[in-house]
């Protein structure tokens, strides 16, 4: 697995990736935007989040990295995004 260079921290957001409201406090994780049953509440091994293993192509994963730092996001905070408007899109409130 390749290391990808950290982004900086003071990278400032451009007019076209400015994040909106609901996207910055589901970055920092606010209870307002949580799916239904996420109530913060620690799991029974004591973490709030359980950790997952996907396969990627390496295109795509370019593609996700690449994007994620348009945003100025880590890789696993764009992809939380992602499925999260994918799945206000298919309905879920």
Do not use: C, H, W, Y
């Not at 390749?2 to 451009?14: D, E, S, V």
């Not at 606010?30 to 396969?55: C, T």
């Amino acid at each position: 697995m390749a290391l990808a260079k950290r982004p900086g921290a003071n990278q400032l957001l451009t007019d076209s990736n400015q994040l909106s409201v609901e996207q910055k406090a589901f970055i920092n994780g606010s209870k307002e935007f949580a799916a239904p049953g996420e109530d913060g509440e620690a799991s029974e091994n004591g973490s709030k989040s359980v950790p997952v293993m996907i396969r990627v192509r390496p295109k795509l994963l370019k593609e996700i990295d690449d994007a994620a730092a348009r945003l100025g996001l880590k890789r696993a905070s764009f992809l939380l995004l992602s499925a999260s408007e994918k799945l206000e899109r298919m309905g879920r409130e």
